[in-house]
């Protein structure tokens, strides 16, 4: 037993990891084996859970601190002249990534629940941009034009109606615009669910350190962790953002860095949100067990996941200005995470040319949870050598194979 | 102000600190959450409440002492009470404190903490039904004399607040049906000549088991609790004697009927913000588990930052005083504004009564350190985690699937994502964990405290209008 080389060894275990693992243990031939150990600042426990496959395309959710609104902008500068800008959008084919892993949910919650008995709570709750003025409008009607295809998902409120349907909002809101299938889920028990379900099929799962990579003529061959050699015939890279300490233990170079998100969270409250919402200055999200969850900012500070003031108060008030009640309500915690981020914020998946046996599955910056399921979908496919549902060509590393050239600081 | 040391925490330790600094004419400031300075043991009750029961104490003469000399020093000390530090933005070198409903920073920089203990929370079937209470919550409620805790009352646990406890209830007109403590008398007897080494306190031990006897209040060495029992509120509570190991003989148990229970085993450090500073911490359950490392001059592992009082090791209120009075001269030597010499001239005394007074410590802690058979007190269905309804079952659970430490067991569980941060069960999971595991109190970590410490109002920190 002890010599038996394994089939597949997964290095990470956040729902990246989990979600490939759950997904690979649908094939019971395989032997798997999943490495982890919790880092400080590991993504998936940091993240609000939200599936906003439509907002954070369109820039929205974590995307607007990302890059501010227009409204936002303007406030900030001087002569508050600022020609009218387009919406921050990625390119159509993560869309689709978005919007199928999305659809993937409903299923995934009843088969997580029935296999590994973690319900991860997925809610229906939908996803409001709420507008304060008529920069905000503009701003909504550019993301409403752009996706002339997907306006069936998509809904004008004006302040009558929104304030019907969120009693709670701002007065002063003039509106919102409404993704109707933008919906949240718990992210931590989402990884839970997806680990406990791949260890009923047989994964195994390892509380280790991976040290290091052996290679043997281009091949992998085994994994060394703090405490084992684990002989293997593939490795998975889902080490979210120390994906590029591990892929250099093949000398494979990964432009991804750590960024930070910072979070505030409240005591549990009674349901006073029915969705979530997006404004320009925050996100916010009411859990399922009332908590309301307030992100979140987007910080190159590397491995730091420290709390820090400014940060914590402009949330906090963009939080209040959307909710005001919250003035009156407490904070009972703040964290931050670490988004591993890719210079496109695109996640870098599959295989890299000249190294057999290795394939990476990061780079998920700030739609991890939404699109785990899809991931774990594509990589399952690349395993079994099938063609992935989804075209693989913009995921690869080598898109960026020109960039690094020219931009080495990426490397 | 050149030099300004900030003091967190104006009890004991944090109070003497303040007056040996302000004797060198060095200024400090003396910050905590109350509105009066004392801490746990001189706390005056709030103001307009009846403390003829409090007057009554010995320690009152002690705090009166203290209370004075405080005075004299107040131009050099900077008090800022009903302020609470909240944690700090490492970042940015702050220290964030809740003043009159707003958050605001300070530096980071010249820290004591001096914060104490909290009372260590022991689960037991029953135990969050309304009528059982920390002893100290039964004891400030006796000290105020305006509400009684209830009619009947028994105290279960082990050390000598118990006596206290019973005392001040006694005198609040409340009927004692016993006191219960888990020590062995073999234990105490056996070590009786270190107790010589402290006569005032062993005197003062003695005079109230004979206030007690007095009153004809039961008093049971190795006994203790096992579960209590109630509709909406404690009806009764079965106690039995404890083995060797505090494991309850359950076919001896016996049951009282009262209405109001105090328990009390053991204290905690509260060493959330020497955590979030990152001072190197390391563990002795008989000190109350965490606490951070400190040189012979209370330096923690941190540059500028020291501990002293309970903070630093559970060690009671008199080492406090004299712990807190070392750490002071530590700060005058690390500013150059005495000598080394100087300095050890004038610790010297400190830590030989200090030694001495550890020494009686060490005895109570071998007659009264936790056993390991407080661990099986729960039941499966028991609720160890309060704020988020974690049971016993829940924790088995996740040792059954591999969690290994609490970070893991927090994810899996919830237990610590409440209010409290987990200060209520932080140190049972630790020690269940580290058991079952047979894996050490480090291993097995902690909770990490982060800001907030303890929850804010979110206008706090709100910077509209
Ligand atoms: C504040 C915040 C809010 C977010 N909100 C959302 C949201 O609303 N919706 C959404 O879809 N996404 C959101 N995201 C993004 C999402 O959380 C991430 O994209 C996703 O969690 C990435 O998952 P991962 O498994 O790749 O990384 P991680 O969860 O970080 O997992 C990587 C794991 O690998 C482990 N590891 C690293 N190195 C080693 C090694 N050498 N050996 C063993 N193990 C190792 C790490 O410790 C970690 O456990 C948010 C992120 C943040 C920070
Ligand atoms: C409830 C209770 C009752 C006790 N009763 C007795 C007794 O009757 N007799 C006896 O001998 N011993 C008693 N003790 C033990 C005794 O408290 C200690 O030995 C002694 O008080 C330790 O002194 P200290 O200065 O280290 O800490 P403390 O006296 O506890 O003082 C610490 C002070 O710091 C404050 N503080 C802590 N954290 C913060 C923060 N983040 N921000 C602002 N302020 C903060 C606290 O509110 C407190 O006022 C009791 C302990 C407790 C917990």
């Known amino acids: 037993m002890k010599n038996k080389t394994t089939d597949i060894v997964i290095i990470g275990g956040g729902v990246i990891g989990t979600s490939i693992a759950y997904e690979l243990s649908k094939n019971p031939t395989l032997s798997i084996k999943l490495i982890d150990i919790k880092k400080e600042g590991n993504a998936t426990q940091a993240s609000a859970g939200g599936l906003w496959a439509i907002g954070e395309s369109v820039g929205l959710g974590c995307g607007v601190i990302f890059f501010k609104t227009l409204s936002k902008r303007k406030q900030e500068t001087t002569n508050g002249v600022l020609e009218t800008q387009r919406p921050h959008q990625l390119p159509p084919f993560f869309f689709d990534f978005c919007l199928k892993s999305n659809d993937l949910f409903p299923n995934l919650w009843r088969e997580l629940k029935e296999i590994g008995g973690v319900d991860f709570k997925l809610e229906k709750t939908g996803l409001k941009f709420v507008m304060y003025d008529d920069d905000d409008k503009a701003y909504a009607e550019n993301i409403y034009n752009s996706i002339p295809h997907l306006q069936n998902q998509m809904k004008w409120m004006d302040s009558i109606q929104l304030k019907e349907d969120e009693p709670f909002i701002n007065k002063n809101a003039i509106g919102a615009l409404t993704f109707l299938n933008d919906d949240q889920v718990n992210p931590y028990l989402l990884m839970n669910a997806f680990r406990d379900a791949a260890k009923v099929q047989g994964v195994e799962i390892i509380n280790d350190e991976v040290k290091d990579i052996e290679v043997n003529n281009g091949k992998v061959v085994a994994v060394h962790t703090t405490n084992n050699r684990i002989s293997c015939n593939t490795v998975i890279n889902a080490a979210g953002s120390w994906a590029a300490e591990i892929s250099s233990m093949v000398n494979v170079s990964l432009p991804i860095t750590p960024v930070k998100g910072q979070i505030l969270l409240s005591e549990k409250m009674p349901k006073i949100l029915k969705s979530c919402l997006s404004t320009s200055d925050c996100y916010i999200a009411q859990k399922d067990n009332g908590e309301i969850l307030i992100g979140s900012t987007t910080e190159n500070k590397a491995y730091d996941t420290s709390s820090s003031y400014a940060e914590l108060q402009g949330l906090a008030s963009g939080a209040i200005k959307a909710i005001p009640i919250l003035k009156h309500m407490n904070c009972k915690r703040t964290w931050a995470g670490l988004r591993p981020g890719t210079p496109d914020e695109v996640p870098i998946l599959g295989p890299v040319e000249g190294i057999d046996g290795y394939l990476n599955a990061c780079g998920h910056f700030r739609t991890g949870i939404l699109t785990s399921a899809i991931t774990a979908r594509i990589i399952n496919d690349l395993v079994h050598l099938r063609k992935p549902e989804i075209d693989i060509n913009p995921f690869l590393l080598n898109r960026f194979k020109d960039k690094m050239k020219n931009e080495p600081e990426l490397v | ?465």
């Not at chain 2, 925490?9 to 959450?33: K, R, Y």
């Not at chain 2, 109350?34 to 320690?59: L, Q, Y």
């Not at chain 2, 030597?333 to 550890?358: G, T």
């Open chain 2, 1 to 465: 102000m050149k030099n300004n040391i900030k003091i967190i925490g104006a009890g004991p330790a944090g109070i003497s600190a303040a007056i040996l600094l302000a004797h060198f004419s060095v200024h400090s400031t003396l910050i905590d959450e109350n509105s009066e300075i004392g801490g746990a043991i001189f706390k005056k009750p709030d103001k307009g409440m009846n403390n003829s029961t409090f007057r009554d104490e010995k320690t009152f003469i002690r705090a009166r002492k203290m209370f004075n000399e405080f005075e004299e020093c107040s131009s050099y000390i900077d008090l800022q009470l009903e302020s609470e530090v909240l944690g700090n933005f490492p970042l940015t070198n702050d220290l964030a404190i809740l003043q009159k409903g707003k958050v605001k920073t300070i530096s980071d920089k010249n820290l004591l903490i001096a914060t104490g203990c909290y009372e260590r929370a022991q689960p037991f079937p029953g135990w969050t039904l309304p009528g059982i209470m920390s002893v100290g919550g039964i004891q400030s409620q006796a000290k105020c004399g305006n509400v009684k805790p209830g009619k009947r009352a028994v105290l279960i646990g082990t050390g000598p607040l118990l006596l206290v406890a019973a005392k001040q209830l006694h005198m609040a007109g409340v009927t004692i049906v016993a006191v219960l403590e888990a020590g062995r008398q073999k234990d105490i007897v056996k070590n009786s000549f270190n107790l010589m080494s402290n006569t005032k306190l062993l005197k003062e031990g003695m005079s109230y088991m004979l206030y007690l006897k007095k009153h004809r209040i039961p008093f049971y060495y190795g006994h203790g609790i096992v579960r209590a029992i109630g509709k909406d509120h404690l009806e009764e509570i079965v106690v039995a004697p404890y083995d060797d190991k505090w494991h309850p003989v359950k076919e001896k148990s016996f049951t009282l009927k009262v209405d109001c229970a105090g328990i009390q085993y053991g204290y905690v450090p509260r060493i959330q913000l020497t955590q979030m500073l990152n001072c190197k911490h390391t563990y002795n359950l008989n000190r109350g588990g965490f606490f951070p490392v400190t040189d012979s001059w209370q330096r923690t592992s941190v540059k500028k930052i020291y501990s002293a009082g309970d903070n630093s090791g559970i060690y009671g209120s008199d080492v406090a005083v004299l712990s807190g009075k070392i750490a002071a001269l530590a700060y005058l030597i690390d500013i150059s504004e005495i000598s080394i010499e100087e300095a050890e001239k004038i610790a010297n005394p400190i830590r030989k009564e200090m030694n001495k007074l550890k020494k009686f410590q060490k005895t109570l802690n071998d007659f009264s350190g936790l056993k390991e058979g407080l661990m099986g007190l729960p039941d499966q269905d028991t609720i160890v985690c309060r704020c988020e309804h974690v049971k016993k079952e829940i924790i088995d659970e996740a040792i059954e699937v591999g969690v290994k430490d609490m970070g893991a067991l927090k994810i899996r569980t919830r237990i610590g994502m409440g209010n409290c941060q987990g200060k209520m069960c932080g140190n049972y999971c630790n020690e269940y964990l580290a058991h079952k595991l047979g894996s050490s109190h480090e291993n097995v970590g902690w909770l990490k405290p982060r800001f907030p410490m303890a929850p804010i109002p979110f206008d706090s920190i709100n910077t509209n209008n």
